[in-house]
Protein backbone atom coordinates (compact mmCIF):
# COMPACT_ATOMS: atom_id res chain seq x y z
CA UNK A 1 0.00 0.00 0.00
CA UNK A 2 3.00 2.51 0.74
CA UNK A 3 4.57 2.02 -2.53
CA UNK A 4 0.97 2.19 -4.13
CA UNK A 5 0.86 5.43 -2.48
CA UNK A 6 4.62 6.66 -2.71
CA UNK A 7 3.57 6.02 -6.81
CA UNK A 8 0.90 8.41 -6.88
CA UNK A 9 2.89 11.43 -5.10
CA UNK A 10 5.47 10.79 -7.17
CA UNK A 11 3.07 11.08 -10.10
CA UNK A 12 1.07 13.96 -8.79
CA UNK A 13 4.75 16.09 -8.46
CA UNK A 14 6.46 15.10 -11.47
CA UNK A 15 4.48 17.60 -13.40
CA UNK A 16 5.91 20.84 -11.11
CA UNK A 17 8.91 19.49 -11.07
CA UNK A 18 9.24 18.84 -15.10
CA UNK A 19 8.40 22.24 -15.55
CA UNK A 20 11.65 23.90 -16.25
CA UNK A 21 11.10 25.69 -19.62
CA UNK A 22 11.81 29.18 -19.66
CA UNK A 23 10.80 30.89 -22.86
CA UNK A 24 9.83 34.38 -24.42
CA UNK A 25 8.46 36.03 -27.75
CA UNK A 26 10.02 38.57 -29.50
CA UNK A 27 8.39 40.07 -32.23
CA UNK A 28 9.54 42.73 -34.80
CA UNK A 29 7.38 44.21 -37.05
CA UNK A 30 7.57 47.13 -39.65
CA UNK A 31 4.83 49.29 -39.72
CA UNK A 32 3.97 51.26 -42.98
CA UNK A 33 1.93 54.03 -41.58
CA UNK A 34 4.53 55.11 -38.86
CA UNK A 35 7.43 53.71 -41.04
CA UNK A 36 8.45 52.12 -37.34
CA UNK A 37 10.24 48.92 -36.66
CA UNK A 38 7.83 47.86 -33.41
CA UNK A 39 9.52 45.04 -31.13
CA UNK A 40 7.00 43.45 -28.46
CA UNK A 41 8.64 41.32 -25.90
CA UNK A 42 6.44 38.62 -24.08
CA UNK A 43 8.06 37.17 -21.06
CA UNK A 44 7.41 35.16 -18.08
CA UNK A 45 6.50 37.67 -15.09
CA UNK A 46 7.63 35.85 -12.57
CA UNK A 47 10.95 34.52 -14.25
CA UNK A 48 11.19 38.81 -15.32
CA UNK A 49 11.10 39.90 -11.69
CA UNK A 50 13.88 37.29 -10.81
CA UNK A 51 16.04 38.44 -13.11
CA UNK A 52 15.28 41.97 -12.11
CA UNK A 53 15.67 41.19 -8.58
CA UNK A 54 19.18 39.17 -9.41
CA UNK A 55 20.03 42.37 -11.77
CA UNK A 56 19.32 44.91 -8.70
CA UNK A 57 20.21 43.22 -5.90
CA UNK A 58 17.20 44.12 -3.55
CA UNK A 59 13.68 42.30 -3.68
CA UNK A 60 10.68 44.40 -6.12
CA UNK A 61 7.44 43.99 -7.16
CA UNK A 62 6.65 44.21 -11.00
CA UNK A 63 3.73 46.01 -9.59
CA UNK A 64 6.18 48.68 -7.65
CA UNK A 65 5.24 52.08 -8.70
CA UNK A 66 9.07 52.86 -9.91
CA UNK A 67 9.25 49.19 -11.69
CA UNK A 68 9.79 51.00 -14.81
CA UNK A 69 13.00 52.44 -15.35
CA UNK A 70 14.17 49.64 -13.36
CA UNK A 71 12.72 47.07 -16.50
CA UNK A 72 13.30 49.47 -19.33
CA UNK A 73 17.43 49.38 -17.77
CA UNK A 74 17.49 46.01 -17.75
CA UNK A 75 15.33 45.56 -21.29
CA UNK A 76 17.61 47.59 -22.75
CA UNK A 77 20.84 45.83 -21.33
CA UNK A 78 19.79 42.97 -23.22
CA UNK A 79 18.44 43.77 -26.78
CA UNK A 80 20.57 45.24 -29.02
CA UNK A 81 19.86 45.62 -32.94
CA UNK A 82 22.76 46.76 -35.21
CA UNK A 83 22.37 47.46 -38.64
CA UNK A 84 24.72 45.14 -41.27
CA UNK A 85 27.12 47.80 -41.35
CA UNK A 86 27.78 47.81 -37.59
CA UNK A 87 25.61 50.62 -36.80
CA UNK A 88 23.83 50.44 -33.61
CA UNK A 89 20.17 51.72 -33.65
CA UNK A 90 18.59 53.39 -30.78
CA UNK A 91 15.61 51.53 -29.42
CA UNK A 92 13.16 53.51 -27.46
CA UNK A 93 11.12 52.69 -25.08
CA UNK A 94 7.09 52.30 -25.26
CA UNK A 95 5.90 51.37 -22.28
CA UNK A 96 4.75 47.50 -20.51
CA UNK A 97 1.62 45.95 -19.58
CA UNK A 98 0.89 42.90 -17.40
CA UNK A 99 -1.57 40.95 -18.02
CA UNK A 100 -2.05 37.38 -15.93
CA UNK A 101 1.35 35.69 -15.82
CA UNK A 102 2.85 37.56 -18.59
CA UNK A 103 4.98 41.13 -19.17
CA UNK A 104 4.67 42.55 -22.65
CA UNK A 105 7.37 44.96 -22.87
CA UNK A 106 6.98 47.64 -26.05
CA UNK A 107 9.64 49.41 -27.99
CA UNK A 108 10.37 50.89 -31.78
CA UNK A 109 12.87 51.98 -33.47
CA UNK A 110 11.19 55.61 -35.28
CA UNK A 111 12.03 56.29 -38.87
CA UNK A 112 13.07 53.13 -39.98
CA UNK A 113 14.93 52.40 -43.08
CA UNK A 114 14.20 49.09 -44.18
CA UNK A 115 17.17 47.66 -44.36
CA UNK A 116 18.81 44.08 -43.21
CA UNK A 117 19.49 44.06 -39.82
CA UNK A 118 21.14 41.74 -37.12
CA UNK A 119 19.09 41.69 -33.53
CA UNK A 120 20.96 39.96 -30.26
CA UNK A 121 18.30 39.25 -27.52
CA UNK A 122 19.45 38.21 -24.29
CA UNK A 123 16.91 38.23 -22.64
CA UNK A 124 16.70 36.39 -19.10
CA UNK A 125 19.74 34.07 -20.33
CA UNK A 126 21.34 35.64 -17.33
CA UNK A 127 18.75 34.20 -15.10
CA UNK A 128 18.22 30.34 -16.83
CA UNK A 129 20.79 28.92 -19.04
CA UNK A 130 17.85 26.97 -20.50
CA UNK A 131 16.58 29.97 -21.58
CA UNK A 132 14.96 30.20 -25.12
CA UNK A 133 13.54 33.56 -27.05
CA UNK A 134 11.96 32.87 -30.33
CA UNK A 135 12.20 35.81 -32.43
CA UNK A 136 9.65 36.31 -35.19
CA UNK A 137 10.38 38.98 -37.73
CA UNK A 138 8.20 40.79 -40.40
CA UNK A 139 9.01 43.10 -42.38
CA UNK A 140 9.07 44.31 -46.21
CA UNK A 141 8.81 40.41 -47.56
CA UNK A 142 11.30 39.21 -45.05
CA UNK A 143 9.40 36.42 -42.35
CA UNK A 144 11.66 34.85 -39.93
CA UNK A 145 11.57 33.15 -37.58
CA UNK A 146 14.80 31.59 -34.80
CA UNK A 147 14.67 30.11 -31.40
CA UNK A 148 18.06 31.54 -29.68
CA UNK A 149 19.84 30.22 -26.91
CA UNK A 150 22.97 31.66 -24.67
CA UNK A 151 25.11 29.66 -27.51
CA UNK A 152 23.30 31.59 -30.54
CA UNK A 153 21.97 35.01 -29.24
CA UNK A 154 21.00 36.51 -32.37
CA UNK A 155 19.08 36.65 -36.03
CA UNK A 156 20.08 38.09 -39.08
CA UNK A 157 16.99 39.68 -40.84
CA UNK A 158 18.13 39.63 -44.74
Not at 27 to 33: G, K, L, P, S
Request: hydrophobic share 40%; aromatic share 8%.
Amino acid sequence: MSRLFLACIALLCFPAYAHNYHHSITAVEYNERTQSLELVHTLVAHDLEAALIRNQGKALDLGQADIEPILQRYVDEHILLKTMDGSKQTIAWVGYEIEAQQVRIFQEIKDFTQQPFNLSNTLLFDLHKNQRNTVNINMAGIKLSKILSATDMSIDAK
